[in-house]
Nanobody, 125 residues
Framework: QVQLQESGPGLVKPSQTLSLTCTVS??????????WSWIRQPPGKGLEWIGW???????DYSPSLKSRASISRDTSKNQFTLQLSSVTPEDTAVYYC?????????????????WGQGTQVTVSS
């Protein structure tokens, strides 16, 4: 059974960098062909995909967040990390990490099979 657990500060000041870590157990983040995503849900709004890091270490980001988001990984700890710079109150949200299976080296399945429980991040001075 794969489990994902988000961790990080619940309160970040405007203009600072938000940093969250997702710790994965029950499966390796380097196993073919999984994609490891960060997704958020602002209060009263729908889910927003932020970006992913895939099994090979490649990354992709939402165009709207690409200039501020960075996803990296520590394979020795089986963790992947989101950094979001220059945050504003509009970045206040519940942040989730999730796994999306891939069908091969270039095709994603389009669904998430495992999610973390989510962590609330509030941006406020």
């Amino acid at each position: 059974q794969v489990q994902l657990q988000e961790s990080g500060p619940g309160l970040v000041k405007p203009s600072q960098t938000l940093s969250l870590t997702c710790t994965v157990s029950g499966g390796s983040i380097t196993t073919n062909y999984y994609y490891w995503s960060w997704i958020r849900q602002p209060p009263g709004k729908g889910l927003e995909w932020i970006g992913w890091i895939k099994y090979s270490g490649g990354t992709d980001y939402s165009p709207s967040l690409k200039s501020r988001a960075s996803i990296s990984r520590d394979t020795s700890k089986n963790q992947f990390t989101l950094q979001l710079s220059s945050v504003t109150p509009e970045d206040t949200a519940v942040y989730y990490c999730a796994r999306e299976p891939g069908l091969d080296t270039s095709t994603m399945s389009g669904y998430y099979d495992y999610w973390g429980q989510g962590t609330q991040v509030t941006v406020s001075s």
